[in-house]
Nanobody, 115 residues
């Protein structure tokens, strides 16, 4: 059974930085795509960033230049470095992975940037 286990997140002041990590366990296969989505209260879940196994990255316009996604294929782990956090970045961040055509989701981790 594949599980995505997130770590990191928390509360910082606006302008601060946080790093979240997500490890995919229970799979013998490398995830073709890994990424992060977020959902703020009252809003729909939205894409933050994705990265392919080959290193191709995709970012939401709202986080370009501030967030950096990376991954370690050997560990099936994806990271999201978040700098210059804004109050509007406050949300539950969900890890996502595509493994053999099946989508998996983590349980989410809260990131909060206070003004």
């Amino acid at each position: 059974q594949v599980q995505l286990v997130e770590s990191g997140g928390g509360l910082v002041q606006a302008g601060g930085s946080l790093r979240v990590s997500c490890a995919a366990s229970g799979s013998l296969y490398i995830a073709t795509i890994m990424g992060w989505y977020r959902q703020a209260p009252g809003n729909e879940r939205e894409l933050v960033a994705t990265i392919s196994s080959g290193g191709n990255r995709n970012y939401a316009d709202s986080v370009k230049g501030r967030f950096t996604i990376s991954r370690d294929n050997a560990k099936n782990t994806v990271y999201l470095q978040m700098n210059s956090l804004k109050p509007e970045d406050t949300a539950v961040y969900y890890c996502h992975a595509m493994i053999l055509g099946v989508a998996y989701w983590g349980k989410g981790t809260l990131v909060s940037a206070s003004s």
